[in-house]
């Protein structure tokens, strides 16, 4: 599939379950003789992967399943859990069985609050990811991790029923049988999520993070009396302003979440447009890039109403607003 319609700003890296009990030979998996030499396959790309993630500012989301040596829950049940088939119980709480391998580690513990506690299956299921997600402004999820036709299929289908865009890494994602996993990944590109790779994922990253041009911002009209105007639109056409700072030059300055902004200053000749915005997401860089190809700047990088700004004009003269919400000249 295309990664192109995807936003990396709004995407989060899900990694589930990367632990020795599922992927270490010594962890319960390996100790009641299961392949782990298959399961472990995932780890090189998955640190590849997960770097070029922190690196980029891609959230990576981390489950740690977790259980009990007691479970009265699951000892009410009548017929035998999927732990009766293993050697011990998985991931005690508190044992090395539990904890990340070795190579992702450190990787685990850059953002340690993105760790998610789950004592079943799904990453969703009684855990605070969703609210995670939701707050991180995530809508484009990649899920990669163990095991494929547990955990991960939970976790994917839960992440579906919840309207996230669902896309699984397919050479970070493993299991116990392949013939399994095959059956699995099928059903999973007709009904669940698109399949794509580590390599495609990085690409795209690589390519969102150059600098350009995230959304249309506004466009600033000139005005006789912004007072006049801005109760034109908001009364007669039911515009809502948008918060913001006053311009850096200190002009009277009203936005509007429709797209237009206004501002005191409409000159003879019927001149009323100032300028038209664009957020961008790295300010600093396009600032670089057009000084490189000898574009005209109005304004240097300066703090502006809704971030670090740049006034450049396009070939034909208009002024466009470049900014970076979030970031300061400071």
């Known amino acids: 599939m295309s ?17 020795n009990a599922f992927i270490h030979e010594k962890g319960t998996l390996g100790v009641s003789g299961l392949d782990t030499k298959r399961l472990a396959t995932i780890v090189s790309p998955l640190q590849k992967l997960i770097k070029r993630c922190q690196d980029a500012g891609v959230p990576v989301i981390w ?51 993105f760790v998610i506690r789950k004592h079943r299956f799904g ?22 991790g163990a095991t494929t036709n547990a955990c991960v299929e939970t976790s994917i289908r839960e992440a579906y029923l919840r309207d996230f865009d669902v896309i699984a890494v397919d050479d970070c994602i493993s299991g116990v049988n392949g013939e399994w ?30 600098p350009r041009v995230l959304e249309y911002g506004h466009q600033l009209i000139l005005v006789d009396d912004i007072d006049t105007s801005v109760k ?10 948008r918060p913001a700072k006053p311009l850096a030059d200190g002009r009277a300055f009203t936005a509007f979440h429709q797209g237009i902004a206004l501002t005191q200053g409409r000159e003879g000749g019927h001149r009323q447009l100032d300028h038209i915005a664009f957020e961008v997401n790295d300010v600093r860089a396009m600032s670089q890039k057009l000084k490189a190809a000898g574009v005209k700047f109005f304004n240097e ?27 300061t000249a400071s």
């Open 123 to 144: 990453a969703f299921y009684e855990t605070r990811l969703e609210m995670m997600l939701r707050m991180l402004g995530v809508q484009h999820l990649f899920v990669t």
């Open 232 to 241: 034109f639109y908001t009364e007669q056409l039911g515009f809502t302003i």
């Open 181 to 210: 996993e095959e059956t699995a990944k099928k059903v999973w590109g007709h009904y669940l999520c698109e399949l794509s790779d580590s390599k495609s994922m990085i690409e795209w990253i690589d390519s969102q993070s150059a």
């Open 301 to 327: 990088l300066h703090d502006g109403p809704y971030g670090l700004t740049i006034y450049i004009a396009d070939p034909d003269g208009t002024k466009v607003e470049l900014y970076q919400v979030g970031a």
């Open 3 to 19: 990664l192109d319609q995807l936003e990396a700003r709004k995407s989060a890296l899900l990694v589930i379950d990367l632990q």
């Open 63 to 113: 489950t740690k399943q977790e259980h009990f040596a007691t479970d009265h829950s699951r000892a009410r049940k009548k017929l035998a859990g999927h732990t009766s088939k293993r050697k011990q119980v998985s991931a005690l709480a508190g044992s090395w069985d539990e904890e990340f391998v070795d190579e992702l580690k450190p990787l685990s513990e850059v953002n340690p609050e």
